[in-house]
C-alpha cells in the first residue's frame, strides 16, 4: 500500500510533528491485516483497522476501544514495562492529536520500542538461538501458563465441540486449494486423524479439563511474538480478539514455537525446547494431546498463506512463493498427524531407552544428546521424583525425597510415563541410575507385557549402560551448578551398580563417557 492510499491519520503519524516527544525520521509503518504499527524510534504505537474478519471484529470505535484496552491488560501478564497505556487521538478540522482533549475519534497503544532484531525469529536467522536460550523461554512460559487465569468459563473452551468447530472450519476453508498447495491425500489423511482422535479419545480431553490445563494462555506464541531485549525474555502480541484462540490447552500455546522450529528444520532445537518446558511443569501426559495442536498451528500458517492465492493484488511471484511455503506447511501438518514429532522421530517410534550409571557417570548428558538426535522424551527421576514430591525443581530434597518409598514411586512413575508415551508412538528416554537388576527388570516384563498386548506396534528396548572411573565422576560433581540433581560427591562411596544378568544383555550397550560421546551414539544408533 502506498503512503498516498494510507488513511488520513496515519499519514498524519508518519510526520514527526504529530508526536510529543522526539522521533527517529523515518518514522516505520509495518502493517499486518488488522493494524497499523508506526516506530517512532523509543516508542511504538498500534492503531487497530476498522476491520470485521468474523473471528476478529474492529468495526466500531467502541470495539477498537476495547480490544485496545485489551491488548494492554493481557500483554502486561508478560511484559509489563513493553505495554505502556491507551492514549486516544482525536481531530481538529483536518488535523488530528495524540492525547488530546476533544472526543477520540481513534485509540492507539502506545508501546516501548525494542531493537531491531530482537525478535527470537530474527535470533535465529543471525544463528543465535541457542539452546540454553530456548531452555530460559520454556521456563518463562511454564511460568507465564502456571499463573494463567483458569475457571468454569474458561474449561469450557476445552471441550471437544469448541476444539473441533475451529478445526473443522479450517478444513471447510481450504478445500478449494486442493490440487494447488494442498494434495487430496493430505487433506484426507488429516481430517481423519482429528476425526478419530476427537471420536475415540474424547476422554483425553476431558482429562485436560479436569486437570485445569485450559487456561488464559497467550494463544499466538510464535517466534515473531517473542524478543530478547534487556535479557529478559518477553512474551508480546497475544492474541485478544477471539476468547477460543487464547482460552486454549497449554500444549496448544507450545505448539506454536515447536512448529516454528520445526518448520525452520530444526527439530533438535525444539526438542530441546519441548522436554525443558515438560521437565518443568511434568506435564508429560500433555504430550497425548500435543501432536493435534503442532498439526493445527501449521495448518493454519497453509491457510493464511493460501489467502494470499486469492488477492488479486499479488504478483505471481509472490504467490508462486506463498503457494510453495504453504505446500510445505500442509505436509507438515499431515506429518505430525502420522508420527507424533513429525518426521524427525518416525524412524524411531516406540523405543525405549533406558540410561543406567551411577551418580556423575555422565547419563544426563548423553540421553540430552540423544533426545535431540532423534526427538525423543528426556524423562530424568530427578525432575520426577520432584514433581511428586511437589517441591520447586531448584529446590535441594531433604531426606524425605529419597526414601525407598520415594524412590519406589519415582521409578513406578518413569516406568508408567514411559510406556504411555511410548505406546503414543514417542521416543523415550529413562534417564535414573537403574543400579538394581530389579528396576531394569520391570521395564522388560513391562514391554513384553504392552507388546503382548498390542502386537502389531511393538516396543523396542535399549539399556544404554554409562560409565567413567571414580575421579571423573567425582570432578562431574563438584562442578555441576543449577541442575535437578541432589547428587554430591559424598554419595558416591555408597553407590554400586548391579551385574547386568544374562537376559538383560541383548539390550545393553556400554558408553565410556570420556571419550566422545556423539560417535559412539552413531554405533547405538546403527546397531538399534
Known amino acids: 500500500m502506498t503512503e498516498t492510499a494510507l488513511p488520513s491519520l496515519i499519514q498524519q503519524m508518519l510526520q514527526p510533528d504529530f508526536y510529543p516527544h522526539p522521533v527517529t525520521d523515518p518514522i516505520q509503518l509495518i502493517q499486518t491485516h488488522v493494524s497499523y504499527i508506526l516506530l517512532t524510534g523509543d516508542y511504538a504505537y498500534k492503531v487497530k483497522k476498522p476491520v470485521n474478519f468474523g473471528f476478529l471484529d474492529f468495526s466500531t470505535l467502541e470495539k ?3 480490544f485496545c484496552r485489551e491488548e494492554l491488560r493481557l500483554n502486561q501478564r508478560g511484559t509489563a514495562h513493553l505495554y505502556l497505556q491507551v492514549l ?10 495524540l492525547n488530546g482533549a476533544e472526543t477520540p475519534v481513534e485509540y492507539t497503544v502506545q ?12 535470533l535465529f536467522d543471525q544463528g543465535q538461538l541457542t539452546e540454553e536460550l530456548l531452555e530460559r523461554l520454556a521456563r518463562e512460559l511454564a511460568r507465564f501458563h502456571e499463573k494463567g487465569a483458569t475457571n468454569d468459563y474458561i474449561r469450557t473452551f476445552g471441550e471437544v465441540a469448541q476444539i473441533r468447530q475451529a478445526i473443522d472450519e479450517n478444513y471447510d476453508q481450504t478445500q478449494k486449494y486442493i490440487g494447488g498447495p494442498q494434495t487430496q491425500q493430505q487433506f484426507n489423511e488429516t481430517r481423519q486423524y482429528t476425526d478419530r482422535l476427537f471420536t475415540e ?10 486437570q485445569n490445563k485450559i487456561r488464559e494462555c497467550h494463544g ?26 487464547r482460552f486454549v490447552d497449554t500444549m496448544f500455546d507450545i505448539a506454536y514455537i515447536i512448529m516454528d522450529l520445526d518448520a525452520r528444520y530444526r527439530p533438535d532445537l525444539s526438542n530441546r525446547f519441548l522436554n525443558a518446558y515438560l521437565e518443568q511443569t511434568g506435564d508429560w501426559e500433555g504430550l497425548q494431546v500435543l501432536p493435534l495442536y503442532l498439526s493445527r498451528q501449521s495448518y493454519v500458517r497453509a491457510k493464511v498463506l493460501s489467502f494470499l492465492l486469492d488477492d488479486p493484488s499479488i504478483s505471481e511471484a509472490a504467490k508462486q512463493e506463498a503457494k510453495d511455503t504453504a505446500s510445505r506447511y500442509y505436509r507438515l501438518a499431515w506429518e505430525y498427524t502420522r508420527s507424533p514429532l513429525g518426521t524427525a522421530s518416525e524412524a524411531h517410534q516406540g523405543q525405549i531407552y533406558l540410561m543406567a550409571g551411577l551418580s556423575g557417570s555422565g547419563k544426563s548428558t548423553v540421553a540430552r544428546r540423544l533426545a535431540s ?7 530424568r527421576s530427578d525432575a520426577v521424583r520432584k514433581h511428586l514430591a511437589g517441591i520447586p525443581l531448584d529446590t ?13 514411586k519415582t521409578y513406578d512413575r518413569l516406568l508408567q510415563l514411559g510406556i504411555l508415551l511410548a505406546s503414543q508412538g514417542y521416543p523415550v528416554i529413562l534417564d535414573a541410575k537403574y543400579d538394581r537388576q530389579a528396576l531394569r527388570q520391570a521395564v522388560i516384563e513391562a514391554i513384553d507385557q504392552a507388546n503382548a498386548n498390542h502386537p502389531a506396534h511393538p516396543l523396542s528396548l535399549h539399556i544404554l549402560h554409562c560409565d567413567a572411573p571414580l575421579e571423573i565422576r567425582q570432578q562431574r560433581l563438584q562442578h555441576r551448578q543449577g541442575d535437578v540433581s541432589d547428587a554430591t560427591v559424598d554419595l558416591l562411596p555408597k553407590q554400586y551398580l548391579e551385574p547386568f544378568t544374562a537376559s538383560e544383555f541383548p539390550y545393553v550397550q556400554t558408553l565410556d563417557t570420556t571419550q566422545a560421546v556423539d560417535t559412539q551414539l552413531a554405533i547405538v544408533l546403527q546397531n538399534r
Open 64 to 66: 477498537r476501544e476495547h
Open 88 to 97: 486516544p487521538i482525536t481531530q481538529s478540522g483536518e488535523t488530528f492529536h
Open 396 to 408: 535441594a530434597g531433604g531426606d524425605d525425597l529419597y526414601t525407598p518409598e520415594m524412590t519406589e
Open 111 to 122: 508501546m516501548q520500542q525494542f531493537p531491531a532484531g530482537s525478535l527470537f525469529s530474527d
Open 201 to 210: 479419545h474424547a476422554d483425553l480431553f476431558a482429562k485436560r479439563v479436569a
Open 220 to 245: 499466538d506464541v510464535h517466534l515473531r511474538n517473542i524478543a530478547l531485549w534487556q535479557d529478559e525474555i518477553l512474551l508480546f502480541d497475544c492474541i485478544e480478539f477471539n476468547e477460543m484462540f
Open 373 to 379: 538426535q532423534i526427538s525423543a522424551i528426556h524423562l
